[in-house]
């Protein structure tokens, strides 16, 4: 399986994408002609206008791309994806709209018969066992938090440890022990903003500036410089 997994699709100050364009070239080489999009995430915009965006960045690289909203046989496109794409939003709204068009088990498989998956925020999320260590208010309930499981950990993105000033509640990373406590053998990766995870088979490799957060029931939590992650 080959993954690029995206803690975000913006860096403050930056442009769409744009700390991920090379890495995205790199990881999706010349083979891939088209991109098969999902913007199911979208929620105050619409799919059409999220598609749009995402088209004008995979055109400037030198890759077509089409929505899967706008196909008349969704799990057929899946069937013939050359590469998929997933975009953030809303982590539950996206995972109910992949249960409603039941596309969980074709994307599942064509990512494991080698099909290239990119995913950024929600599109990361949902490649995990389940999304439930999304930071997304469940708007819409999906019939299951079981997602595609096409890694054997979960995802935080946009972890930050950060804390509000005159603000009691618990952190992101209190949060997070707190899962690992209640779902023992299930490790979380907090994926800091402009982080990315390229997973390679087994091999997965932490890239960008900063170093993630690995949380572990039973264990402190422990910084991951960018490299190779051991899970």
């Not at 890694?151 to 440890?161: E, K, L, R």
Request: charged share 20%; with cysteine.
């Amino acid at each position: 399986m080959r993954l690029l997994l995206l803690s975000n699709s913006t860096n403050y100050g930056g442009t769409f994408l744009g700390h991920a364009h090379d890495t995205i070239h790199e990881f999706l080489g010349m083979d891939v002609g088209e991109i098969l999009f999902v913007p199911y995430a979208a929620v105050r915009f619409s799919f059409d206008a999220m598609s749009a965006k995402a088209a004008e960045v995979f055109g400037a690289l030198g890759y077509g791309m089409k929505s899967i909203h706008s196909v008349p046989n969704a799990p057929a496109a899946v069937e013939e994806a050359q590469a998929i794409a997933v975009a953030g939003g809303n982590t539950f709204q996206l995972l109910a709209r992949l249960h409603q068009e039941q596309l969980l088990d074709p994307i599942r498989e064509r990512v494991r018969e080698g099909v290239p998956y990119i995913g950024w925020s929600a599109g990361s999320n949902v490649a995990c066992p389940t999304i439930r260590t999304t930071n997304d208010m469940p708007i819409t309930e999906p019939p299951s938090f079981d997602a595609l499981g096409l890694v054997p950990f979960q995802i935080n993105p946009h972890f930050t440890d950060g804390r509000i000033p005159n603000h009691g509640g618990e952190t992101r990373s209190e949060r997070l022990l707190e899962f690992v406590a209640a779902n023992p053998g299930m490790p979380v990766i907090g994926l800091r903003e402009g982080s990315i995870l390229q997973v390679e088979d087994d091999r997965v490799v932490l890239l960008g500036d900063a170093p993630a957060v690995l949380f572990k029931s039973g264990q402190e939590s422990q910084d991951i410089e960018p490299g190779q992650v051991e899970v």
